[in-house]
């Protein structure tokens, strides 16, 4: 069977990052990691070819080969999921569809032209599909009735398909699920509370295949929750650092995980002893009051400030989300976010409204309470720049201009540059390097290289590509020449050299970023006022029979 894969298009969103890519000369982010993983689960004697419409078109060729055609996607993706499904059946292809927003909303308008839906998780659908293939059917749908696989015999994914040169980063997924039970949450509905994990040979085998195929870059361990079930990460982390050292430290790796990580040390120290430089934390919001409503109680057991040091210190770079628009929200809360991530540095704070996804508990609530608005242009779709797709506690405006102001504060250019330099003072050298100094003091007898030596540098890279010194020339023009940010940039610049050298080169790339958040900061700004402008004349739009503590100002 010639299958094509196809993974549409995103809208331009926070996490898009098209200046910094461009910098980069990498056109995309992150890889389709379900589709490759569900080319793995088909048979393998198929022909099969991917294109991610994020890196380019399909071609005529490309429809002209195909017998049948795969989409799988997010919500945010699905208009042109639409469109891609409506191009294949124009060629009178037959057309699978999976993924998150079809496991989610089967029954979505804009999947109506799929002949076949595979729901919920490959490895039990999958083969139901195939099996009907092989029938001679026609049609159907596929559904996992609320069983959950096992992953430990998922297959390596196909990473083979991929353009590997389009993507800034590589991802792999070691577990499914997460323990917590937040409201707004969809991962607990569409993989559960029972976090799966892979064998550590599975990941081990995995990040091989990548090596293989010649990846020597950063890797996002995609997990909800990486460490969701701690026991299994301490049994792959071992493993993970030991595969690392046998292969020059090759990758750094990032992954998120709820704020409870701040509480032990043991994981932490082995994340970054296995190059994990970075964490994605759910902060959501420093209101105790919204994170009860929210049940996000693991965020109110100790104080998020100090978990934020405390995994900091560790040598882990925090980034965090953050959400406005809580039932219950006092006046004010973009503030205390702006405030809150001012204090702590976190260099990259995503923010959106919050948003009712289908099927949660939230989503159910709010159906219940007559309050989701499901034909505006915010039920169109989700993304940061979306307005709540239902009735608030609090006029509507105030939380989009709250929003408004507050994402513009966080990335005001010279805000930006004083966060991201008080941050990074504070982050500790990295272990790994220690562990590659070790290692090579035991390979030459005993001497310990000193820092700078060519033996600290993972995996016998030399000095800066060609790229890197473009990406640097144009940060250094435009952030310490052509802004008011020069004399800011400059001083950071030489602090970091004389307080914290370690931490140079990092410090120069995320300062890189600011070139994105400039310009999203515009865009927020001009997609909220639209947004805004086209609300009813109603003064407040918002819940006008809430109960009165719940209603703000
Ligand atoms: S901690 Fe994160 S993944 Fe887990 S339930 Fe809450 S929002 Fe979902």
């Known amino acids: 069977m010639r299958t094509l894969f196809i993974y549409p298009e995103f809208p331009k969103t926070f996490w898009s990052y098209e200046k910094i890519l461009e910098l980069v000369d990498r056109k995309v982010l992150l890889p389709p990691l379900g589709l490759v993983t569900v080319a793995a689960l088909l048979p393998q004697h198929w022909d099969m070819k991917l294109v991610d419409r994020n890196v380019r078109e399909v071609r005529e060729d490309e429809w002209a080969w195909a017998e049948l055609v795969v989409i799988s996607g997010m919500i945010v993706q699905k208009a042109d999921m639409a469109e891609q499904i409506a191009r294949a059946k124009a060629r009178g292809l037959p057309v699978a569809v999976g993924g998150p927003f079809a496991s989610s909303t089967p029954d979505a308008p804009e999947l109506d032209g799929a002949d076949f839906k595979v729901l919920d998780e490959g490895e039990i659908t999958l083969p139901l599909f195939v099996a009907a293939l092989e029938r001679g059917e026609t049609s159907g749908r596929f559904t996992a009735d609320g069983e959950k696989p096992d992953v430990t015999s998922t297959p390596v994914p196909r990473y083979d398909l991929l353009e590997l040169d389009a993507y800034s980063e590589m991802s792999v997924q070691f577990s499914r699920g997460c323990p917590f039970n937040c409201e707004f949450c969809d991962i607990i509905v569409l993989y559960g509370r029972k976090p799966r994990t892979k064998a550590p040979e599975q990941l081990i085998a995995e990040l091989q295949r990548l090596y293989d195929l010649g990846w020597r870059r950063s890797v996002f361990l995609v997990d909800d929750n990486f460490i969701g079930n701690k026991r299994n990460v301490k049994q792959l982390l071992p493993a993970l650092r030991q595969w690392q050292i046998e292969h020059g430290y090759p990758f750094s790796f990032a992954t998120e995980a709820s704020v409870d990580l701040a509480a032990d040390q043991e994981l932490m120290d082995l994340m970054t002893e296995c190059r994990f430089e970075s964490v994605f934390l759910g902060i959501e919001t420093p209101d105790a009051a919204s994170l009860e409503t929210a049940r996000k109680l693991q ?49 990259h704070a995503m923010m959106g409204m919050l948003q009712a996804l289908p099927n949660t508990a939230m989503w159910t609530r709010l159906e219940q309470e007559g309050r989701l608005i499901q034909d505006t242009a915010a039920a169109k779709g989700v993304n940061q720049t979306n307005l709540l797709n239902f009735l608030p506690t609090r006029p509507i405006q105030d939380i989009a201009t709250e929003y408004m102001e507050a994402f513009s504060a966080l990335y005001e250019p010279n805000a930006y540059i004083d966060r991201v330099y008080s941050y990074f003072l504070k982050l500790p050298p990295q272990r790994y390097k220690q562990i590659l100094r070790q290692q090579a003091a035991h390979a030459a007898g005993g ?56 931490r140079f080169k990092g410090f120069i790339s995320i300062l890189a970023h600011s070139e994105h958040f400039l310009e999203y900061r515009q865009i927020v700004r001009s997609e909220i006022q639209e947004q805004l402008a086209g609300l009813p004349p109603d003064p407040s739009h918002s819940l006008m029979v809430a109960p009165p503590q719940m209603v703000a100002g």
């Open 299 to 347: 965020n109110t057991r100790s104080s998020l400030e100090e978990s934020v040091e405390k995994i900091t210190a560790s040598g882990l770079r925090v980034m965090a989300g953050f959400i406005i628009g809580f039932d219950g929200e006092q006046r004010g809360a973009g503030n205390r976010i702006v405030e809150f991530v001012t204090r702590t540095g976190i260099p």
């Open 447 to 502: 001497a310990m290289p000193s820092e700078s030596a060519q033996t600290l540098t993972p995996n016998g890279k030399k000095g800066m590509s060609w790229v890197d010194l473009r990406a640097l020339g144009i940060v250094v023009w435009r952030q310490g020449i052509k802004r008011n940010t020069r004399w800011r940039f400059w001083r950071a610049l030489a602090g970091m050299w004389r307080h914290n050298p370690a």
